[in-house]
């Protein structure tokens, strides 16, 4: 499929919840999306199903393991053959499950590492020369425990923390053609282990949030979509959508 008038945008891990969210609203918005999945290729199959429905021929998929990292280059190759053009990407895939000190093996370490952090970065070099011949940008999803790390968590804590360092960097080295900017979600949507977060723990974020509720999904898309479409002057930054949480911790 190819459409050389419209904008192409490749978000990882975007076959459910916030990433369907974040290619819902692009797509919203006037852009094609390349849905990215490794296990969900179902849940994929049916977003983009529903997209192409609503604008024939302006949404596909793209699957693959990225913590195989040998495979990124192609992935990115295999996004841009979709519509002929890539003009933004979305790190939005993630792992995420604690590692309590003692408990740390390197399964744990590649892992969380390689979602949140590697692959990031070798699919936006790889992205680089598409997005710079498009003005395109970048945006990864990073997270507000960045500043104030989650007990327990120390490997992702450390993930998301590279991932705001790389948003940064990324920014100095691939401007001016390609901006790149981040997102840092609060509490936007309950994990899908219901045991993760017993309904105590969700009532005291609640409490410790200014505006005494969660975000939804859909308050993340709106900031990637701001970020990605309407903020042409706007590079190295990094939008906390948290309902006010962090400068209440």
């Not at 977003?47 to 192409?52: C, G, Q, S």
């Not at 949404?59 to 996004?79: E, H, M, Y």
């Not at 936006?124 to 020369?129: D, G, K, L, T």
Request: net charge negative.
């Amino acid at each position: 499929m190819k459409n050389d008038s419209q904008k192409s945008i490749l978000i990882t891990g975007a076959a459910k919840r916030v990433g369907a969210a974040i290619a819902r609203t692009l797509h919203g918005a006037g852009t094609n999306v390349i849905v990215h999945c490794n296990h969900s290729r179902a849940d994929a199959d049916a977003l983009v199903n529903e997209l192409n429905l609503a604008r024939p021929q302006s949404a596909a998929v793209v699957q693959g393991d990225l913590l195989a990292t040998n495979a990124l280059n192609g992935l990115v190759v295999q996004a841009h053959s979709c519509f002929g053009r890539l003009d933004g990407l979305v790190n939005n895939a993630s792992t995420f499950y604690s590692t309590p000190i003692g408990t740390v093996d390197e399964d744990h370490w590649n892992e969380l590492m390689g979602s949140n952090l590697k692959a990031p970065l070798w699919l936006s070099q790889a992205a680089a020369p598409y997005l710079r011949e498009q003005h395109g940008a970048i945006i990864n999803i990073v997270d507000i425990h960045v500043d104030r790390p989650l007990k327990d968590f120390v490997v992702y804590n450390a993930a998301k923390a590279g991932l705001a360092g790389l948003t940064r960097s990324l920014a100095l080295d691939l401007g001016p053609d390609i901006r790149v900017n981040g997102v840092s979600p609060g509490a936007i949507m309950w994990p899908e282990d219901a045991a993760a977060y017993p309904a105590a723990e969700r009532e005291r974020i609640i409490q410790q949030t200014p505006l005494k509720r969660i975000g939804s999904a859909e308050d993340i898309a709106g900031a990637v979509k701001y970020l990605m479409l309407d903020a042409p002057y706007v590079t190295g930054q990094i939008l906390a959508v948290d309902g006010g949480r962090e400068i209440a911790l």
